[in-house]
């Protein structure tokens, strides 16, 4: 039953299923939340030990003053109307609508979790529904760590209704007071003589009862959750074990072909002249379709090039090897990212725009007994999720359907709209299972590039990216250099303190020519610094984008928690410090922080700041955390170093404690990881340790051999030989996490464990060798070791 088609809801809603069968896409109307065929089926409950058996309900032979319309359309981050996220079957499945897309992050578990608790469903009955893309959901863009925050409220709102409104069904049955009710566990029943009542049996009635205001709904006080805050096994996971779930690559559609794309080299590069005679006869290959040649702004929009469409993506792909293409050079010929590095360390030696400024930062530092300086550098990097994007596109002459592993289905649809010129509401787009995305999929270019060639060759097209195709042609995460100086004073103490981070920013994807890092780049562990100091000063430099920027996760926190973090143990070893003291030295006392305060535009993570205001209590509480756990302190054996950092990001507070193993040789090892988290209110605590272990994976992945290069405009790496990632045999040996109980807000947990990592890595490094490293990658993709200084490089170094 669980994500097959399931036909016709009356009342007009219906729903709709890949031929697949194993991916089901649900509308839902506004009062649709009753399904099933027009036979009641009367279920039998035993209660104590009476004999009670469940009476068959007519809710057309109950009198009912018509209902109005939903009050809840604007309860906050959208519309909370119940039938929206919830369809209860005459025989009690409760069938859970998500409109977040599922990559892995487990978003399936936890948006049922909150709903089916304030609901009081049986967890037995529930199953999940993954939402098309439309505007009714809400935001649906699968990003920024937070699925949970956007809809924690309103998802609790929307369960409570519904039950408040099965309960008072119950009550119109019995003909008593609804107070005189209770639900639980997807049962009904009253205080005068114990009956219950099924959901199941109700739902029809309670469908035409009035949606109660917010006001009047009543959501569980957090003692009472059966589901939230619990550790609810993975909805989704069985599925993946046994092959059952439907993901972009997997979607197969009658009479569907195949195709390939070969792409300019360089972005905003043209297609000049195509010979694809010997691609045409390859067996299986039916014919190629050239595109329309990019123009900036980038966007989303494909990069051109010249599609192959075959039988299978096998001949697809051996007929692009076989064809001959000219390519014409654009705008970003000659970006060298070796030679761009140089200019943003330039840039960043220079004075640049003040973004936050607290004190006297000049007078400081000329009168610090010490002042220190340190430039940092990391590179591009590439998401590389491990199943590339892949689209399938179906076009009959009007309307546009398509199946992708989308972050964003509603910005799939405009985007197909505004590229195709297709009105919207002849677009569907429904978002499949993600094999990661990493923020790779929130653009939805490669489904642009499958509905353009279905609407050339008139059937349905799937679109594969293989692994090259990702790397050498995808979005990247800015590269960055970045400067900071300290002054201390006679006890080591920072009184002064200047970051200055220069990175082509995102918005240059978007608007040609921009080279100002946004507020909510700067955001992203610049701006929003929780150091002490009475001089500090945050400043940004220009820099152009010459490929396609784009979001990766955790973004720019993880260039700049890097460099922030790699500096404070640098002013510690300044200051002859333990390294842990010294970062609590830096947080200093207990208070909030509004960067806004000291000249700062600061996003928040578009949170009020007074809703999340940023505590150093708890960014010094995590520290603590970390450090008994890792026992932070205790002797190390010849080789070993244990490294700290804590950042806060997607309004979550994370600690990290790295130990490594380094031989004389330079071989790496990481005998253990510990990490404590503070993220608000955690709806399923197993979950968010896994996230935290996965985010901190890629950051270890990333820091370690992760490194995208240009040259001549075009990307060098191609498939995982050169776009190195982390290993299995080269994982952690230990990993702990602890998740901090708290009834705070819920933040992020995507994203946040991944910041802290590189920092943490490279300043346990220093304390096993005393080397300290400041460019990323630490080993790169062609080495298995660190490069360690010899002593001629190290005393050339002092």
């Known amino acids: 039953m669980f994500l097959h088609d399931i036909g016709i809801i009356p009342g007009g809603t219906k729903t709709s299923s890949p031929d697949s069968g194993k991916h089901a896409i649900t509308n839902l109307s506004r009062r649709g939340f009753v399904v099933g065929s027009s036979l009641f089926v009367v279920g039998v409950a035993l209660v104590g030990c009476s004999r009670y058996e469940e009476p068959k309900i007519d809710p057309d032979a109950i009198d009912l003053p018509e209902a109005g319309p939903s009050p809840l359309t604007e309860v906050k981050g959208g519309d909370a109307t119940p039938a929206l996220w919830i369809a209860i079957e005459e025989d009690g499945a409760v069938k859970i609508t998500c409109h977040r897309s599922e990559m892995g992050q487990q978003v399936w578990t936890a948006m049922a979790q909150i709903v089916a608790d304030e609901l009081e469903a049986d967890w037995d009955k529930v199953e999940i529904v993954q939402a098309e893309g439309h505007e009714r959901y809400g935001d649906q863009n699968t990003d920024g760590s937070r699925s949970v925050r956007y809809n924690f409220h309103r998802l609790r709102i929307a369960g409570a209704a519904m039950k408040q409104m099965l309960t008072e069904a119950a009550a119109v049955y019995w003909k008593m007071e609804p107070s005189e009710c209770s639900a639980e566990q997807g049962l009904v029943s009253n205080s005068q003589n114990s009956d219950t009542l099924s959901y199941g049996n109700l739902a029809k009635l309670a469908a035409r009862l009035q949606v109660p205001e917010e006001a009047e709904i009543t959501v569980k006080d957090p003692k009472d959750w059966r589901y939230i805050n619990k550790e609810i096994p993975s909805l989704t996971i069985p599925l993946i074990t046994r092959g059952e779930g439907t993901f972009g690559i997997d979607v197969d559609r009658p009479d569907m072909v195949y195709a390939v794309v070969a792409r300019p080299p360089q972005v905003f590069g043209k297609t000049g002249a195509v010979s694809d005679a010997d691609a045409l006869a390859i067996p299986g290959v039916l014919q190629t379709v050239k595109l329309p040649d990019a123009k900036p702004p980038a966007l989303f929009q494909p990069l051109g090039g010249v599609a192959v469409v075959a039988t299978d993506t096998w001949a697809a792909i051996q007929g692009r090897n076989a064809l001959e293409v000219d390519w014409i050079d654009g705008p970003n010929a000659s970006y060298d990212s070796e030679t761009f590095a140089e200019q943003m360390k330039a840039t960043a030696k220079r004075p640049g725009t003040v973004r936050r400024k607290r004190g006297d930062l000049a007078s400081g530092l000329a009168n610090a007994a010490q002042r220190i300086e340190a430039e940092y550098y990391a590179p591009h990097l590439s998401q590389s999720p491990m199943e590339p994007p892949a689209a399938t596109a179906e076009w009959n002459g009007e309307k546009l359907e398509c199946w992708a592993c989308v972050q964003d289905p509603q910005a799939t649809r405009q985007t197909l709209s505004d590229l195709l010129k297709v009105d919207k509401e002849n677009i569907t787009v429904h978002a499949t299972w993600l094999g990661g995305a990493f923020g790779r999929k929130s653009k939805p270019d490669f489904v642009v590039e499958a509905a353009m060639i279905a609407k050339e060759v008139g059937k349905p097209v799937k679109v594969t990216w293989t692994r090259e195709d990702e790397v050498r042609h995808g979005f990247y995460h800015s590269a960055s250099a970045q400067r900071l100086e300290a002054g201390l004073d006679e006890d080591g103490k920072c009184t002064s303190y200047l970051h200055r981070t220069v990175f082509p920013p995102i918005a240059s994807t978007f608007v040609p020519g921009m080279d100002v890092p946004t507020d909510g780049e700067m955001g992203l562990g610049a701006t929003d610094v929780p150091f002490a100091m009475p001089n500090l000063q945050v400043e940004s430099g220009n820099a152009k984008g010459h490929v396609r920027i784009g979001w ?74 970390v450090s008994d756990m890792a026992k932070w302190g205790r002797e190390m054996p010849s080789g070993h170093g244990l490294g700290i950092a804590v950042h806060r990001s997607f309004l979550s507070y994370i600690a990290t404690i790295i130990e490594v193993a380094v031989t004389p040789e330079g071989a790496l090892t990481i005998p253990g990881v510990w990490l404590a988290a503070d993220s608000g209110t955690v709806v399923n605590p197993r979950h968010a340790r896994a996230q935290m272990e996965g985010g901190t994976i890629y950051g270890l992945s990333n820091a370690l051999f992760g490194e995208i290069t240009a040259k001549n405009g075009a990307i060098v790496q191609d498939n995982f030989p050169s776009w190195r990632v982390l290993r299995m045999g080269e994982a952690p040996k230990a990993f702990e996490v602890e998740i901090v109980n708290s009834n705070s807000a819920p933040a992020g947990v995507g994203e946040p464990g991944t910041p802290p990592a590189a920092p943490a890595l490279t300043n346990a490094i220093f304390n096993a060798t005393g080397h300290r490293i400041r460019t990323l990658p630490i080993i790169g993709a062609s080495g298995s070791r660190l490069t360690l200084p010899t002593e001629a490089t190290a005393q050339a170094e002092e």
């Open 552 to 625: 990766l996760r955790a973004v720019s926190n993880i260039y700049h928690a890097f460099a922030v973090q790699s500096f404070a143990a640098e002013m510690a070893h300044a200051a002859g410090k333990d390294q842990k003291d010294y970062l609590l030295e830096l947080i200093g006392d207990a208070r909030t922080i509004d960067p806004n305060a000291e000249g700062a535009t600061y996003p928040n993570y578009d949170a009020s700041i007074e809703e999340y205001p940023i505590e150093t209590a708890r960014l010094t509480n995590v520290v603590n955390m």
